[in-house]
């Protein structure tokens, strides 16, 4: 048998859900055993007073990720997110993973201190007035280029589900041509961010399938794919959901607690999806996409049940995708997790549901971060992730609060060129002192699209 994944973490990131072993054959007075998973924050006094610097975290038996210190999180770099060394002289350059539901999250400080304020000033308001409204006009001309083209999009999407039933054909071409353009959008570019739009720019007919398209295409090509797979997963990411037309409006949104007569009509919408599909004369793996969107790795989906690799390459792209945005965009939005906690779960909980190749990517992809998150910073104050470049992901850029200008006035950070910028945690929206909530006015729904790097080089074509 082999032997579990384990890896070294200070006591500082010991949590309840934790599973720890300790070095050694002796008893430890006070604790179940040499490993175990951690019950009790009594138990963690317990290892404290013992006098031990680091022990053992065993992932695959642990229920939560540790606490984050100034170190990577050794259970996110077993995916493969890339940490970076801390700059010389400084150890908190490098943020881990944090889920944010800590018990002491209530005594976040309400604002950092005037003098804590002046200190952490990243150079915005040093800028030159010239050079401040520059940076400020580009910043703002990439967010109006990305809503541009994502209302495009977005419009084209409405027209594919209007047209699906009544004229299928026309609703074919219409999905074909907005997926050429999705993924030529990308597909010339090193890097890509995912960004976050504001709210109004999701349209609710559309913001699922839209972000499932987004972040399926950016995930295929994370994983390598070529142009024509791309197309192919993108067009089964726009429609993966398209059967849900034949339900009733109200069992359109997934609800486990409905009964079990609309759990099962729910769940119809796969077959729905392919009939539609046929009509359509979609490829045949754009049909199991559709018919497997909902099939998880470990044979606990539906329609069938399939396992592993009786699940299409593509539809394992798709499952995942759509199980996170379905996570951050509930349909009761008051049950939505944050994109931080969506991936934690997704982690810590659910991975055995999803392709390990998959969701190591996703993971990469995303960052410990995902856009949307929000957090507090290493000097007290609150941000907001306003993209992750995926070749990046422990630095995203982020708008951070400053109450002294106006939330449209406020340049984005990139974290990579602001190192002396740390991230202490991810913190849940309404832990956020109001007039701060107010500021950063945090997204109910998330919205996704693509952003252009400023600095990101276009491939030259193959001679």
């Known amino acids: 048998m082999a032997e579990p994944t384990r890896a070294l973490i200070e006591l500082g990131q010991l949590r309840v859900g934790v599973f720890v072993q300790l070095d050694g054959h002796h008893d430890f007075p006070g604790l179940p055993a040499r ?271 399939l396992k592993g690799e009786q699940i299409s390459a593509l539809a394992r792209v798709v499952a995942l995708v759509n199980q996170y945005d379905n996570l951050c965009n509930a349909g009761n939005p008051a049950q939505s997790l944050t994109p931080h906690d969506a991936l934690a779960l997704i982690f810590a909980r659910q991975r055995e549901a999803f392709d390990a190749t998959v969701l190591a990517a996703f993971i990469r992809m995303m960052g410990v971060y995902p856009p949307g998150s929000v957090l507090q910073l290493n000097d007290g104050r609150y941000a907001i992730v306003a993209s992750v470049n995926s070749d990046r992901p422990l630095k995203p850029r982020i708008l951070v609060h400053d109450p002294a200008i106006a939330p449209e006035e406020a340049l984005v950070h990139d974290l990579e060129e602001h190192p002396e910028i740390g991230i202490q945690r991810a913190i849940k929206p309404v832990q956020l002192p109001r007039a701060v909530f107010d500021w950063l006015s945090p997204r109910k729904r998330m919205c996704y699209f693509f952003e252009r790097s400023l600095a990101a080089p276009r491939r030259e074509p193959p001679a």
């Open 35 to 305: 490993a175990f998973l951690i019950e009790s924050e009594a138990q963690i006094e317990r290892l404290r007073a013992l006098g031990l610097a680091r022990v053992w975290y065993l992932p695959e038996r642990s229920h939560a990720l540790p606490l984050a210190l100034p170190e990577a999180d050794a259970s996110w770099a077993a995916l493969g997110v890339p940490v970076r060394p801390a700059p010389e002289g400084r150890d908190d350059a490098a943020p881990g993973a944090d889920d944010g539901a800590r018990s002491d999250a209530g005594t976040a400080p309400e604002s950092a201190a005037p003098e804590q304020e002046e200190a952490a000033d990243d150079g915005a308001h040093g800028a030159a007035p010239k050079d401040r409204r520059a940076l400020l006009a580009a910043q703002q001309a990439s967010l109006e280029r990305c809503e541009q083209q994502y209302g495009e999009a977005s419009r084209h999407m409405r027209g594919v589900l209007q047209n699906a039933r009544a004229n299928p054909q026309q609703a074919r071409e219409l999905a074909m041509a907005q997926v050429e353009t999705m993924v030529g959008q990308v597909a010339g570019l090193e890097d890509v961010a995912i960004r976050l739009l504001s709210e109004k720019a999701g349209q609710e007919t559309t913001l699922h399938p839209m972000n499932v398209s987004v972040l399926s295409i950016l995930l295929g090509r994370a994983l390598k794919f070529d142009e024509a797979r791309l197309r192919l997963l993108g067009l089964g990411a726009m429609l993966h959901d398209i059967g849900k037309l034949e339900l009733p409006d109200r069992l359109r949104w997934r609800d486990d607690h409905a009964p079990a007569a609309e759990r099962r009509l729910f769940q119809s919408h796969a077959q729905h999806g392919v009939a539609i599909g046929r009509k359509m004369q979609l490829p045949d793996e754009v049909l199991e996409i559709i018919a497997q969107h909902h099939e998880f790795a470990d044979g606990s989906g539906y329609p069938r049940g």
